[in-house]
T-cell receptor, first 113, second 115 residues
């Protein structure tokens, strides 16, 4: 089955600086890679996703890059703000079969004012 | 976006009792729903895939007789934790996608505490 690794587990960034979180996956059949933000006690919220036919996607301060050959993808948050503080999860899925989403281990991001 | 609702949001029960958690897709039909469990400061771990009209598919290590899943309609899946014990205390979250290969929408989660 799919295995998703995520680094770092914790990340502290000065407000205004950029944050980068990296993930690797094992199943070459995976072709959908979403990123979720989860605040304490709340449900995960999709913040951006990318499919394997695209190498990069950007939405305002958030961007995701995908290197399918190397099986890794990254989340980039620029101009970080205190409200970006949360736990971020990457995930991977192969869009056939039963569509199981496998999550990374999570990154606790803290923005220092 | 699509809405997935989960109930109850939190429940406290005595050891040995059973607890049922409901997951509903409010504005779309979901042939497949997923149940996840999340322990404190850990990731979401898939427990099972709930298929409308058929038996659920459980992940390795998840006891199907302990975690009963029923997907009786296209908008409702239930998870029953039978004979709950303190080690079952966790955050249980359901999810569903609208259509094949679509975005996954999560319920609000249900925090179970077993005394």
């Amino acid at each position: 089955g799919e295995n998703v690794e995520q680094h770092p587990s914790t990340l502290s960034v000065q407000e205004g600086d950029s944050a980068v979180i990296k993930c690797t996956y094992s199943d070459s059949a995976s072709n959908y890679f979403p990123w979720y933000k989860q605040e304490l006690g709340k449900r995960p919220q999709l913040i951006i996703d990318i499919r394997s036919n695209v190498g990069e996607k950007k939405d305002q301060r958030i961007a995701v890059t995908l290197n399918k050959t190397a099986k890794h993808f990254s989340l980039h948050i620029t101009e970080t703000q205190p409200e970006d503080s949360a736990v971020y999860f990457c995930a991977a899925r192969a869009d056939f079969g039963n569509e199981k989403l496998t999550f990374g281990t999570g990154t606790r991001l803290t923005i220092i004012p | 976006g699509a809405v997935v609702s989960q109930h109850p949001s939190w429940v406290i029960c005595k050891s040995g009792t059973s607890v049922k958690i409901e997951c509903r897709s409010l504005d779309f039909q979901a042939t497949t729903m997923f149940w996840y469990r999340q322990f404190p400061k850990q990731s979401l771990m898939l427990m099972a895939t709930s298929n409308e009209g058929s038996k659920a598919t459980y992940e390795q290590g998840v006891e199907k007789d302990k975690f009963l899943i029923n997907h009786a309609s296209l908008t409702l899946s239930t998870l029953t934790v039978t004979s709950a014990h303190p080690e079952d205390s966790s955050f249980y979250i359901c999810s569903a996608s609208r259509g094949f290969a679509g975005e996954l929408f999560f319920g609000e989660g249900s925090r179970l505490t077993v005394l």
